[in-house]
């Protein structure tokens, strides 16, 4: 008894794996796919790619200068500098930096909007961070400077470089208040002499 048991368990695995080849390799040889894993389909409407707006249509932001040597307790410039071929009306920047390295002093447009308004302004000193509000009754295209900002570096900092960075919350808009694609240069180190 103990050896039929033996013949049976090796016949029946040939006939599963014989019976699960068929299913596979038949279909496949009439050319037809196998879903081996059936799930519901969208209708082709409602399916989108993501797409990357076209290089034309981004705008690009960075701190102006890319390099500047400061020492400790010295006053410095820096320039929100935009370049864009859309039309720009306004823009929501945030800059963020450290408190424990620098200390900021003052904001000035500058002129890249010449009927520019700073509609709002927050400061947060303890945190490092400022949220402006920039707009014109003029749209304006091409590149400049958009604010001027200058710091204080602290009198005993702990770093050797101090740092800029826009935050999440940079757009730039059009008159119709479409967001303009922006390509961001996000963070500036600047070497702190000692």
């Known amino acids: 008894m103990l050896v039929k048991k033996t013949y049976f368990l090796p016949i029946l695995v040939l006939f599963l794996v014989f019976f699960v ?3 596979i390799l038949f279909p496949l040889a009439n050319g037809n796919k196998i879903n081996l894993y059936p799930s519901r ?4 409407s409602s399916i ?5 707006p076209p290089l034309g249509d981004l705008a690009f932001l960075s701190f ?3 390099s500047l040597e400061i020492s400790p307790g010295q006053e410095f410039t820096v320039y929100v500098f935009l370049e864009t071929k859309k039309e720009a009306v306004s823009a929501d920047l945030e ?4 408190p424990k390295a620098l200390i900021f002093q003052k904001i000035s447009l500058s002129d890249f909007w010449p009927e520019g308004k ?14 402006l509000g920039i707009s014109s009754f003029k ?20 770093e050797r470089m ?4 826009f935050g999440e919350k940079t757009q730039l808009f059009t008159s119709g208040g479409e967001i303009i694609p922006l390509d961001i240069n996000r963070k500036i180190f600047y070497p702190l002499n000692k």
Request: hydrophobic share 35%.
């Open 64 to 66: 102006r200068p890319e």
């Open 162 to 165: 101090v740092n800029l960075m």
């Open 139 to 158: 749209p304006a295209s091409g590149n400049g400077d958009i604010v001027s900002l200058v710091f204080k570096t602290q009198k005993n900092p702990r």
């Open 41 to 44: 389909e969208l209708p082709s």
């Open 95 to 98: 800059i963020l930096y450290d």
């Open 118 to 131: 700073i509609l709002s302004q927050k400061i947060d000193q303890e945190k490092g961070k400022i949220l």
């Open 21 to 23: 080849l068929i299913i």
């Open 48 to 52: 989108s790619e993501p797409s990357l």
